[in-house]
């Protein structure tokens, strides 16, 4: 066991990729490589993404000097969809990374960065690891049923930023994260709110099922959701695409950049009180929902992500939940910080990683 480790965090996102080189679980440097729609139109699918991500990735280290004997450990943000997950690491194998290469389970880039690191393990032999992965899955079993039975709920959160997050807090507060329930919720491009109960995340609002975002639909009528799809104007693929990326924000006044839309409520647009004031609204109505879970025994409320750091946006929201907890505000997205402190767990020996080919 060393006393120092260097590891290469690795964070692809639909138009960037995130990198990071920590020394244990202090970060060295950071950057985020921007990929312009020009470049990302030149290809098919997210797999066919594979060498342009590689190359900016190739770029970084040479410009930072590192090579491969340098490195320790690599820490990919990402795995193949299509299974259930625990919480923690994951090493990245033969098996994670055919499964990553399949288009079915290639559905955000994000899925590229267990074949990338692969390639190190293979040529170099540098282990590489994904670590609290978005389809974690630790919920309550009632919590997956639905009216219908050949559909379950999935489990779907940010988890790599608000798991770590919630230990910080519970650590500031003098106990454990084992020791506490906490409701977290995740405010940026996507919304998640999710109950953290003793160490374990039993329910959740996923994006989706609960508010809408900036740029997504979040959830609706099963009878309006069925006239859209049979009202002859969406392919499958359009309203997947409308739902992420056009509603929202972006739908009323056509950005997602929340700045954009408190501007025009400071000044006096009533449009865009009303649907702000709906956006706070529902996220409260989120967060009173994950509260239910555990009888309202809460320890905290949360809210972090990158829309948490508008004022406006967590005064609104707190003026609505607190009579459930104490809130606390946590800024921003420790993602490269979580990615590297938890692979550094696993290599000084206080986790233990699960294989791709484990039962769940």
Same mark, same amino acid.
């Given at each position: ?47 066919g ?40 690491a ?15 389970n ?73 020791? $506490?329930? +906490? *409701? ?7 919304i998640?709110?999710? !109950?953290?109960?003793?160490? @374990?995340? =039993? ?31 969406y ?7 409308l ?42 109505k ?24 508008s ?9 609505? $939940?607190? +009579? *459930? ?10 993602? !490269?910080?979580?990615?590297? @402190?938890? =692979? ?16 769940y």
């Amino acid at each position: 066991m060393k006393d120092v480790y260097k590891i290469l965090c690795i964070n692809p996102g639909s138009t960037s990729t995130k990198l990071a080189l920590f020394e244990n679980d202090r970060m060295l440097n950071e950057i985020s490589i921007e990929h312009s729609s020009e470049d990302l139109a030149k290809y098919d699918d997210i797999i066919g993404q594979l060498p342009l991500r590689k190359a900016a990735i190739d770029a970084y280290l040479e410009e930072q000097g590192v090579g491969p004997a340098d490195l320790d450990a690599i820490a990919a943000r990402g795995c193949p969809s299509g299974r259930r997950y625990h919480a923690g690491a994951y090493r990245i194998d033969q098996d994670m990374m055919d499964a990553c290469m399949q288009p079915v389970n290639a559905v955000h880039p994000m899925c590229l960065a267990p074949v990338i690191a692969y390639q190190w393990v293979k040529e170099y032999g540098i282990p590489a690891y994904c670590y609290d992965v978005v389809m974690t899955d630790e919920m309550d079993e009632v919590a997956k049923v639905t009216g219908l039975p050949q559909i379950k709920r999935n489990a779907a959160l940010h988890m790599l930023n608000t798991r770590a997050v919630a230990i910080e807090v519970a650590e500031e507060m003098g106990t454990s994260y084992s020791q $506490v329930n +906490f *409701i977290m919720c995740h405010l940026g491009g996507g919304i998640s709110v999710s !109950m953290h109960k003793h160490g @374990r995340v =039993i329910d959740m609002v996923p994006s989706g099922e609960g508010t809408f975002t900036p740029s997504r639909a979040g959830m609706f009528g099963n009878y309006d959701m069925i006239r859209l799809c049979f009202s002859g104007k969406y392919t499958a693929k359009s309203l997947r695409d409308l739902f992420q990326d056009h509603c929202g924000f972006v739908a009323y006044f056509g950005t997602s950049d929340c700045r954009e839309v408190e501007k025009l409520v400071e000044a006096g647009d009533e449009q865009a009180r009303l649907v702000y004031d709906a956006f706070v609204y529902n996220i409260a109505k989120d967060i009173g929902t994950m509260a239910v879970t555990t009888c309202g025994q809460v320890d905290r409320i949360v809210l972090t992500g990158g829309i948490a750091h508008s004022k406006m946006l967590t005064e609104a929201v707190r003026r609505r $939940v607190e +009579f *459930i907890a104490p809130v606390v505000v946590r800024p921003g997205a420790i993602e !490269m910080d979580a990615l590297a @402190r938890g =692979i550094l767990r696993v290599l000084n020996g206080q986790e233990s990683a699960h294989t791709f080919a484990e039962e769940y």
